[in-house]
């Protein structure tokens, strides 16, 4: 039987993890509510659904993934990401995810690792049911590793989300910390 995965109390989990391995500093960031997220933001980012569709039906175009660093266990599978629309490669997020394969299907596992698709898109191309729960909103200042992983940033701060998706019998498949560029 599976040992489950906990859920981090660090709402930036696991991009904290990801960056204090390469010996950067903590995010300056704060918990804020929904009501205080503007628009575009507050609809790409208040839901109970995976980011790859809203992205996807934002900029009207498929989203890829541009993996920036991964590592892996066996078990649990990191990665810090860009995702970008296929067409013109234009930012559309940038963030970490820790994936629990255990909770994943086999045959899915190998798509997980080759980092081409997001998690959401996988998952519903496979018809693979989960639910997604927001942990938190975030208002982040940008810093110099989110700024260069954008290529620019000309905003004084960013909005993202803490997210964890789960599987149909409550196993935790990742745990997501999502930053949206300027809008």
Do not use: W
């Not at 509510?33 to 009207?60: C, F, K, N």
């Not at 559309?92 to 898109?121: C, H, K, M, W």
């Amino acid at each position: 039987m599976a040992v489950p995965t906990p859920i981090s109390p660090d709402v930036l989990y696991p991009l904290s993890f990801m960056r204090a391995a390469r010996s950067l500093p903590s995010l300056t960031y704060e918990k804020i509510e929904t009501i205080d997220i503007p628009e575009p933001y507050r609809s790409l980012l208040v839901h109970e659904g995976d980011m790859t569709s809203r992205l996807e039906a934002h900029q009207e175009c498929p989203i890829k993934v541009s993996c920036l660093r991964s590592s892996s266990n066996g078990k649990l599978y990191f990665r810090e990401v860009m995702l970008q629309t296929e067409v013109d490669e234009k930012p559309t997020e940038y963030g970490a995810i820790e994936v629990n394969l255990n909770a994943l299907p086999e045959e899915i596992r190998p798509l997980v690792l080759q980092a081409r698709q997001p998690l959401g898109g996988i998952l519903n191309d496979h018809r693979i049911p989960y639910s997604s729960a927001p942990r938190a909103f975030l208002k982040v200042v940008p810093d110099g590793p989110i700024v260069e992983a954008f290529g620019t940033v000309e905003a004084d701060y960013l909005y993202g989300r803490s997210n964890v998706i789960s599987g149909y019998n409550g196993d935790v498949i990742a745990q997501i910390v999502e930053i949206l560029p300027p809008l």
